[in-house]
């Protein structure tokens, strides 16, 4: 695999993503779209995508689950 691995891209992007408002935490997974696809989870208590919160991050998909009433240390 060419570039950073997935935990790699969430080390360098944790505390940036957790200044957003509505994030919560940040948790490796898999996509809901491709099982075999991993992807950035990032857990928020919107239903809307925060304009700061990015697509993708070193070429792994962002998605955005509920967070509704925990907080990740």
Not at 20 to 49: E, F, L, N
Request: glycine share 10%.
């Amino acid at each position: 695999m060419n570039g950073p691995t997935l935990k790699q891209v969430i080390l360098d992007h944790r505390v940036r993503l957790m200044k957003i408002d509505a994030v919560h935490g940040v948790a490796a997974g898999m996509s809901s779209g491709d099982p075999s696809r991993a992807c950035v989870i990032v857990y928020a208590d919107t239903d809307q995508w925060p304009a700061e919160l990015p697509r993708s991050l070193g070429g792994f998909p962002v998605e955005m689950h509920p967070a509704r009433g925990f907080q990740a240390t």
